[in-house]
């Protein structure tokens, strides 16, 4: 078993949506926690997978409003690189991905949270900051805490 980084904090794709988001008071108060964090002395991360969530669902949000901004999503995906230190998966994470769901019968769309916490264990990170704690109760179990906004 990896042991945690106690300083590290994986980011879920709601809060890079929040960061990114055309309301004033969302992205303010994500935007707070984010310098918050940092300044108690937390990296942040996010995992690739986050990364691709975060590109459909912009793209998806614009494609509502219609209006696909291929230089605010470049724009947002280059205030992420930036702003965020990336973590890969690995044969362990997958390893451990599979032990998630056969250890709490996971089925579903609940498979891509188990797989961010596969891989931010894989990678040292035992901290989740998410708008969503209800996605990421199993991961309590497994020594994780949950920070919201």
Known sequence: MAIMAD???IVDTNILLYL??????????????VKSLRSG???LVVSEQIIREFLVAQTNI??????????KLNDDLQFILHNFSIIWPDLKSVMFL???????NMQGKIIHDANIVAVAKQNNVSK???NN???FLFALKEGFEIITL
């Open 20 to 33: 990114c988001n055309d309301n004033a008071a969302i992205k303010q108060a994500s935007l707070q926690k």
């Open 133 to 135: 704690a209800a996605d």
């Open 128 to 130: 989740i900051l998410t």
């Open 7 to 9: 300083n590290l904090v």
């Open 98 to 104: 599979q032990e998630l769901i056969s250890r709490y």
């Open 62 to 71: 614009q494609k509502i409003a219609r209006k696909f901004d291929t230089i």
């Open 41 to 43: 002395g937390f990296s």
